[in-house]
Antibody, heavy 118, light 108 residues
């Protein structure tokens, strides 16, 4: 069974940093692309970042470019999102999502809440 | 960036109704479109990919159609468990990948 489990969310002050993790199981993690998607309270879905299976290709949304860094450790079946210079508008539930069956996001984690507030 | 405009943003319907949600892309995306269902406090669930392909395990009352710029998600006979918010997503371009604004389906 495919499982994606996020962790690392919490309350952080504006300007602070946080590192999110996504632990993957039930599939050959190293073979598949991964993404981070976020959802601000009461709002819609916003794609944040993409990483290819090898980590060689990475994309970011303009809203996080230069502040967030996506990475993966295929030996540990884990995906990461390093978030720096956090702003109030980064407050959201952050989901990791996989593209196992194709380019659409077929598996999602349960999400981890990041709250940026003083 | 490719913009996706969903309509309506919300609708009220009764069990058994046929429901149609549209998604319009600001430029052609071929069939690179997916539909997701999200219930409160839960992660989105993939329903349709490649505009019209039904994800495994999704009930056949859900269907998708369209290509280019105009797409439709149809629920042929609304069931109680279908009350949720629905999002379209384009994966024609990751620069950036985009979602529609969502359509909330509520009980009439």
């Amino acid at each position: 069974e495919v499982q994606l489990v996020e962790s690392g969310g919490g309350l952080v002050q504006p300007g602070g940093s946080l590192r999110l993790s996504c632990a993957a199981s039930g599939f050959t993690f190293s073979s598949y692309e991964m993404n981070w998607v976020r959802q601000a309270p009461g709002k819609g879905l916003e794609w944040v970042s993409y990483i290819s299976s090898s980590g060689s290709t990475i994309y970011y949304a303009d809203s996080v470019k230069g502040r967030f860094t996506i990475s993966r450790d295929n030996a540990k079946n884990s995906l990461y999102l390093q978030m720096n210079s956090l702003r109030a508008e980064d407050t959201a539930v952050y989901y990791c999502a996989s593209n196992i069956g194709g380019p659409a996001f077929d598996y999602w984690g349960q999400g981890t809440l990041v709250t940026v507030s003083s | 960036a490719i913009q996706l405009t969903q309509s309506p943003s919300s609708l009220s319907a009764s069990v058994g109704d046929r429901v149609t949600i549209t998604c319009r892309a600001s430029q052609g995306i071929s069939s690179a479109l997916a539909w997701y269902q999200q219930k409160p406090g839960k992660a989105p669930k993939l329903l349709i990919y490649d505009a019209s392909s039904l994800e495994s395990g999704v009930p056949s009352r859900f269907s998708g159609s369209g290509s280019g710029t105009d797409f439709t998600l149809t629920i042929s006979s609304l069931q109680p468990e279908d009350f949720a918010t629905y999002y379209c997503q384009q994966f024609n371009s990751y620069l950036p990948l985009t979602f529609g604004g969502g359509t909330k389906v509520e009980i009439k």
